[in-house]
């Protein structure tokens, strides 16, 4: 039985990295040192693979093809592209994937009744670059995505998430002993991206979602409707279905809250979790 | 219920993913696009708000309009 040697959850926003010297440095150091920390622990449990829950932004699944749930089977992932890396200011690079794993997630994803989408290439946006520029600078380890429309309503729902996480999980479980599998889900907490309301942040929201998980109290979290999310989280908020899909696949796993700052000029509340037993 | 326009969005992501920013567009660009003449309006006058209640997505709204943003 492989294990899962890790379990992370982080926001993703191209300013994090396109405008560090904008943030408050205080609020800037205190959130980086979480992603650093989380970055020390992850390398220290030595992992074969990542597998991310993250969302598209309408990059790579537009309104003439819009998948609930899609497994990457692609040789490498754009993390991000030439165009992307001018705007979240990175070199572009390409992370390796792992299509064999993720064809076998696939196949007996399928098989059981979870109908994934797939797709054998993806530009990343946001929610693979920014992360794994802290989490895995060297871009090494393999890694899995798990896309979950979360931009693009109407979109499954946070309960059909965490259910897929769950699948996720037990698949990971089903292989061999040897594998080291690391999970990451990146997104939210509450942010108004694009709308009138642009700017917004809600810290109370967001310390109900983190003290949630904080305490592995998710069933709450798994009956909120799309409506009560975007009134409170805002439409970038919509982007925890990938934690509580990620938590799924680790049931009664904590979360170790590192780092929370409502940045106000990355237009995000931003946040860096370790989940463990 | 949420408001979608195929049509705004078509237009917009075509855009997003040529990763160019605008303040508004031209006749040009939403030349072929079946758009009502609200939605024409909204795009060529880069109307954020405007483009929202029309059901642009956000994403593409901020995306393709990014210099209309004061934040």
Redesign the interface.
């Known amino acids: 039985m492989a294990e899962i040697v890790a379990a992370l959850l982080t926001s993703h926003a191209p300013l994090i990295t396109g405008k560090p010297e904008i943030g408050k440095p205080e609020q800037r150091d205190r959130l980086y040192a979480g992603f650093h920390e989380l970055r020390r622990r992850l390398a220290a449990t030595r992992p074969d693979l990542i597998v991310m829950f993250v969302n598209d ?3 790579n699944f ?3 093809n819009l998948p609930a749930f899609c497994v990457g089977l692609a040789d490498a992932y754009d993390a991000p592209s030439a ?2 890396a ?2 979240m200011r990175l070199a572009p690079r390409k992370i390796p994937g792992a299509p064999d794993w993720s064809m076998a997630l696939l196949e007996q994803a399928l098989a059981a009744g979870i109908d994934f989408a797939y797709s054998y290439e993806i530009e990343s946006w946001d929610e693979l670059s920014v992360p794994l520029h802290f989490l895995t600078p060297e871009g090494g380890v393999p890694i899995a995505p798990v896309y979950t429309n979360c ?4 979109l499954p729902t946070p309960r059909r998430c965490h259910e897929v996480g769950a699948f996720v999980g037990d698949f990971v479980r089903s292989r061999p002993a040897t594998e080291r599998i690391a999970l990451v889900a990146t997104g939210g907490v509450s942010h108004w ?4 309301e ?2 917004r942040i809600n810290p109370d929201w967001d310390h109900r979602v983190l003290d949630h998980i904080a305490r592995a109290d998710i069933e709450p979290l798994l009956d909120w409707s ?1 409506a009560e999310i975007e009134r409170d989280g805002g ?1 970038g908020g919509q982007e925890i279905r990938n934690w509580l899909a990620l938590l799924g696949a680790v049931p009664g796993w904590k979360g170790e809250v590192l780092a929370y700052e409502p940045v ?2 990355w ?1 995000t509340g931003c946040a860096t979790v370790w989940v463990r037993p | 219920m ?1 408001r ?1 326009s ?1 049509a705004l ?2 237009v917009l ?1 075509a855009i ?4 160019l920013m605008k303040e508004r567009l031209t006749d040009d660009e939403l030349a072929g696009h079946a758009l009502s003449e609200e939605e024409r309006r909204a795009l060529k006058s880069g109307d ?2 405007g483009l ?1 209640r029309l059901g642009a ?7 393709v309009f990014r210099p209309r ?1 004061t ?1």
């Open positions: 932004h309408l990059q537009a309104y003439n165009g992307g001018r705007l931009g693009a309503p109407p991206v694009g709308t009138p642009t700017g799309w439409n106000a000029e237009i | 949420i979608t195929y969005n078509k992501t997003a993913r040529q990763h954020i708000v929202y997505n956000p994403y593409l709204i901020r995306r943003f934040i």
